[in-house]
């Protein structure tokens, strides 16, 4: 580890204590993540996150296209997600409507 990586280290730490962004509310792990990556990047540490690692080194054309996949991927993830809304949705009606049924099944012998 290099003396600049080093102070770097301990910068970061202090901010994250003396930042009110992080005293305004509790933060995601992916939330904190990302901030420790923009005060990397504004000391010219470009990185990125991959697969289990917090941050990948990378170049300014790579950097650009996990930026752009990451577009991409957050969109599917949104696509998804509202998918599997509108299905638990569509269950917990059919459910409701199967428990009315049974009950008046029940009600008058049916």
Do not use: H
């Amino acid at each position: 580890m290099t003396q600049k990586e080093l102070d770097l280290v301990y910068n970061i730490t202090i901010l994250i204590y003396e930042n009110e962004w992080f005293k305004a509310k509790e933060r995601t792990r992916d939330e904190i993540q990302e901030w420790v990556r923009q005060q990397l990047e504004l000391a010219g540490i470009l990185s990125w996150p991959v697969g289990c690692s917090w941050g990948v080194l990378c170049d300014p054309k790579l950097l650009a296209v996990f930026k752009a996949d990451k577009q991409v991927f957050e969109k599917e993830k949104l696509r998804i997600q509202e998918e599997d809304d509108r299905q638990r949705n569509i269950e917990s009606t059919s459910r409701k409507q199967g428990y009315f049924r049974n009950k008046w099944r029940i009600l008058f012998n049916r």
